[in-house]
C-alpha cells in the first residue's frame, strides 16, 4: 500500500524555520518524484517545491525560491522542506505528493492531475 505520511507543522513567528517531512511508504524515489503543495484557505492549491526522482534536481516556486530547500534521504524514504524566513503569507496546510519519475520535471509540476498519491497534510501558521 502506499502511503505519504507528512510531519513537522507547527505555529511559529515570523522569520522563524520549521522543517517538514514527508515519508513514503510502498514505493521508492527511483520511480516517483515528490512535490510539495500548500493550500490556504479560500486558495487553490498551489505546488512549491519537487524533487526530481531521476537526478535530483529541485524545483521551487517564485514564491519560495530562497527561502526554502528540499531534499531527500533516500536510505529513509523521506523528503524534507527545510523552511526558512517564514511570513505570514507562507501560513496553509502543507501537502506531499507522488508524480511518475517520467513527469519528474519541471515542465510538468504544475499540474496536479499528475500527482497519483497524496498525504494527508500538515499545517503551518506563521504569527506576525
Known amino acids: 500500500e502506499v502511503q505519504l505520511v507528512e510531519s513537522g507543522g507547527d505555529l511559529v513567528q515570523t522569520g522563524g524555520s520549521l522543517r517538514l517531512s514527508c515519508a513514503a511508504s510502498?514505493?521508492?524515489?527511483?520511480?516517483?518524484?515528490i512535490g510539495w503543495f500548500r493550500q490556504a484557505p479560500g486558495k487553490e492549491r498551489e505546488v512549491i517545491s519537487c524533487?526530481?526522482?531521476?537526478?535530483?534536481?529541485?524545483y521551487y516556486a517564485d514564491s519560495v525560491k530562497g527561502r526554502f530547500t528540499i531534499s531527500s534521504d533516500n536510505a529513509k524514504n523521506t523528503v524534507y522542506l527545510q523552511m526558512n524566513s517564514l511570513k505570514p503569507e507562507d501560513t496553509a496546510v502543507y501537502y506531499c505528493?507522488?508524480?511518475?519519475?517520467?513527469?519528474?520535471?519541471?515542465?510538468?509540476?504544475?499540474?496536479?492531475?499528475?500527482?497519483?498519491?497524496w498525504g494527508q497534510g500538515t499545517q503551518v501558521t506563521v504569527s506576525s
Open positions: 510502498g514505493f521508492t524515489f527511483d520511480i516517483y518524484g
Open positions: 524533487i526530481n526522482s531521476r537526478n535530483g534536481t529541485p
Open positions: 505528493a507522488a508524480i511518475p519519475s517520467y513527469y519528474s520535471d519541471s515542465y510538468y509540476y504544475s499540474d496536479i492531475s499528475l500527482f497519483d498519491y
